[in-house]
């Protein structure tokens, strides 16, 4: 893919513009999160995170991307959806559902990308520990975001977690840079062997988003063009945080 050839480096600066973008964002997650319960539709969501980002002067780049054009800022995708679901006023939360939601937020030039899964009401044991598993995994793979160390460590570092629990590493779609582009080098899959791939500079932001499935690692896209689902039907669960390598510690940016 072209946009991960293209490392863009940021200054200290840019690096703090994209902290507001990302607590932006964090709120924007936060107050839909709050709003997960049965009977609430995507749309209602989707509504409420649009208010948000209205309130702080920033839009979603997830409006009007790609082709068809994304219709929504938000993506909403429910058990067995993995990513890029279409906000509904049909589609409306069940108890046990777990849900998944991605969120972007382009203020002042630069973007802050961030997504999280969780339970509506009481979710079963094997969902929950689904959750459980894929928001340590991007932990896990936070952890190895630091100077000197190569794309390939945090790959290897969240697929041996992730399968270790017996759980699956989606293919297809993977973790990214991110800055005046939502989508730039280098990629960062979610799989992958410890000691290869692009080495880790202080100023790289990267989007890392662990993706993972109950039964296999296959996905396939529904006919909308845009929702994808695990092959199999089985339950899905997603977490993304945009993360600056620095001197010394990774720096959270989509954090409230
Ligand atoms: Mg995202
Ligand atoms: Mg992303």
Redesign the pocket.
């Known amino acids: 893919m072209d946009w991960a050839r293209q490392i863009n480096l940021k200054t200290p600066a840019e690096i703090a513009i994209m902290r507001e973008a990302g607590h932006i964002n964090a709120t924007v997650l936060t107050t839909v999160r709050n709003l997960l319960q049965p009977g609430v539709s995507t749309a209602d969501l989707d509504a409420a995170a649009e208010e948000v980002l209205r309130k702080y002067g920033a839009v979603s780049p997830f409006k009007g991307y790609g082709y068809p054009p994304f219709p929504n800022s938000i993506t909403v995708s429910i058990n067995e959806e993995l990513v890029h679901g279409i906000p509904s006023a049909s589609r409306k939360l069940k108890e046990g559902d777990i849900v998944s939601v991605?969120c972007?937020t382009f203020f002042e030039g630069f973007v802050a990308?961030?997504?999280f899964s969780a339970g509506v009401g009481s979710i079963s044991p094997k969902a929950q520990k689904l959750l459980e598993v894929t928001e340590q995994a991007l932990a896990v793979g936070v952890a190895q975001m630091r100077a000197n160390n190569r794309t390939g460590d945090i790959s290897a570092a969240i697929q041996q977690y992730v399968e270790s629990h017996g759980f699956h590493v989606v293919r297809e779609y993977t973790?990214?840079g991110?800055g005046r582009q939502?989508?730039e080098g280098p990629q960062v899959p979610n799989y992958g062997k410890a000691g290869t791939g692009v080495l880790l500079r202080p100023g790289m932001v990267i989007?890392l988003?662990p993706m993972v499935q109950l039964g296999t690692h296959k996905t396939k896209v529904l006919r909308d063009k845009w929702t994808v689902v695990s092959a199999d039907g089985s339950l899905t669960a997603h977490f993304?945080h945009?993360v600056a390598v620095t001197e010394g510690d990774p720096l959270l940016l989509t954090v409230l």
């Open positions: 991605d972007g990308d961030s997504a973790g990214h991110v939502m989508h989007a988003e993304e945009s």
